[in-house]
């Protein structure tokens, strides 16, 4: 009786352990049930798996990584079209005066020479009353030149036949020296005139001069200060801007820590936001000497051609600097999904099964971007479709 109690409690305490087994291992395999049947990706051991027969799967475009000849030390900075300091006049006012005319208008295209305004001024009257003075002076002085030879002649003939004394001839003499002083210095004065008259621009036989303001270089129209009947007399103050834009300076904006890798001469490409499909090059001109204090930049303005006008004042864009290529892998922006902030790829293991590996990364080239640690030329990976395993 009692080996009989003993083994009907035994056999329930048997069934009873079975059971909890059993409960146990349920949810686990009704979860893994779950995920399979609904194609999704599991973690196992820090892998993605993927069913290789699930709709997910075929969304994955997998490829080996290569490797490529990308720039080092790259330096990427802000820029924008300036204009040429070299080819850039300011038209002033040779003299105080009435503007009559403008004849240039915003935005022309101007040759070297071609007259812009036109002013009446007293100057203007003034050079050329004075040119004519100093002509009338030339003509006395050289009359009077003329006199005082003939005098010398004259006296020197008749100290040869003993008919004047010797102190007559020295005279007549002294007054052909400085008859000859005379007509240099009234020359002079000539001259003077005549550098002042073609100054201005105006010529001695015009009854009412007028000075036209002339264009010192060619190039476009790009300020006008003034307007006809205007009286100036600051002949400091700017009339109009002229620019010569077939050459074109971008101002950019270089990091203190990049600098160093940036020298005058330098060649570098250009991009513009108004040709985002098209790449330019350009010359570092020049450097700045100081750094801006706030910014912590130093100013690298690139002389660029511009033959055709395309590239405009204050049109923005960036300026690329590359120094020697070196051998790196490279992968397509799609490649990369950002995770915890941080860059992560996803490299295949096996057939379904993905480590989520973070990397390091260059700056972008063309269509690829390198990665400076992480990856190997070789390693699998999902090029497109990464953003698919992305933890949310």
């Known amino acids: ?93 040779p003299v105080a005066g009435r503007v009559t005319q403008v004849i240039a208008k915003l935005g022309d295209a101007v040759e070297q020479g071609q007259p812009l305004a036109s002013i009446e001024s007293p100057d203007a009257d003034a050079a050329v009353i004075g040119y004519q003075q100093a002509q009338a002076s030339a003509r006395q002085a050289e009359a009077t030149l003329a006199k005082a030879q003939a005098d010398v002649d004259r006296v020197r003939d008749l100290y040869e036949h003993r008919a004047v004394a010797q102190k007559d001839l020295i005279a007549a003499q002294n007054d052909l020296a400085t008859a000859r002083a005379a007509v240099t210095t009234s020359l002079a004065a000539v001259d003077q005139a005549t550098r002042k008259l073609r100054l201005f621009g105006l010529r001695p036989d015009e009854p009412q001069a007028r000075i036209l303001i002339r264009a010192p270089i060619g190039g476009k129209v790009l300020e006008i200060n003034v307007a006809p009947g205007e009286y100036r007399t600051d002949t400091a103050a700017p009339l109009m801007t002229v620019a010569d834009l077939t050459t074109i300076w971008m101002i950019s904006e270089v990091p203190e820590p990049s600098i160093r890798l940036i020298h005058a001469g330098d060649r570098v490409a250009i991009s513009l936001v108004a040709y985002p499909d098209e790449t330019f090059s350009g010359r570092v001109a020049r450097i700045a000497d100081v750094l801006d204090p706030q910014t912590r930049t130093v100013k690298v ?44 790829v996803f490299v295949e293991r096996s057939s379904g099964a993905f480590e989520r590996r973070a990397v390091t990364l260059a700056a972008r080239t063309g269509d690829v971007v390198p990665v400076l640690d992480g990856l190997a030329a070789g390693d699998r990976i999902i090029v497109d479709g990464a953003v698919l395993l992305k933890e949310r």
């Open 1 to 93: 009786m009692r080996r009989r109690l003993v083994a009907r409690i035994g056999s329930v305490g048997i069934l009873v352990l079975l059971a909890g087994c059993g409960h146990g291992e349920a949810p686990a395999s009704s979860a893994a049930t779950r995920s399979s049947a609904a194609g999704g990706p599991t973690n196992d051991r820090g892998l993605v798996k993927v069913p290789t027969d699930s709709p997910q799967f075929k969304q994955l475009q997998i490829d080996a990584v290569r490797a490529a000849a990308v720039p080092s030390d790259e330096v990427v900075a802000p820029a924008r079209v300036g204009i040429n300091p070299n080819r850039t006049a300011r038209v002033l006012l």
């Open 301 to 344: 303005y690139v002389e660029m051609a511009n033959p055709d006008g395309r590239l405009r004042p204050e049109m923005f864009g960036s300026m690329r600097h590359a120094g020697a290529p070196r051998t790196l892998p490279v992968v397509p922006p799609s490649a990369i999904v950002q995770e915890f902030g941080r860059a992560t």
